[in-house]
């Protein structure tokens, strides 16, 4: 599997890197341009992703816009809801706007930080990938 890491604080990123290391490749972006640039770019390779975590609050852009751009270019692509990459936000925000915000602009998963191994595990698990 490959995961992209998007977090722009540096501890958070290795320490998800980590956790996720067992699962497959990889690969980190410190920001949201960044970010969407390494989906766009796996695409074009024809490596897409199957996982992202996606911090909301990252400089240039913020989770909850890259996740709007990334659903805008798989209704593009022809994906249908629910069958593109699976998107976990990982976020210090957990009000209730927030994590709706999030859901509605297509998130698979909301998780708060800290992050937990264990619930990040079980997260993963229910959305199909085996730990």
Known sequence: ?????????????????????????CVLA???????????????????????????????????EVLEEIRRLERLAGVKPGQGVKIIMTTALGDMRSVMSAYRGG??????????TERLYETICSLGFEV
Do not use: H, V
């Not at 920001?31 to 992202?52: H, K, M, N, V, W």
């Not at 998130?107 to 937990?116: D, E, F, R």
């Open 30 to 64: 410190e920001d949201g341009e960044l970010a969407l640039a390494a989906y766009c770019l796996a695409l074009e390779e024809g490596r897409p992703f199957q996982l992202l975590c996606l911090d909301i609050m990252m400089p240039r852009r913020n989770g909850q």
């Open 107 to 116: 998130a698979t998963a909301y998780i708060t930080k800290p992050i937990l």
């Open 1 to 25: 599997m490959r995961i992209l890491i998007a977090e722009d604080d540096c501890a958070s990123a290795r320490y998800m890197s980590g956790l996720l290391a067992r699962f497959g490749e």
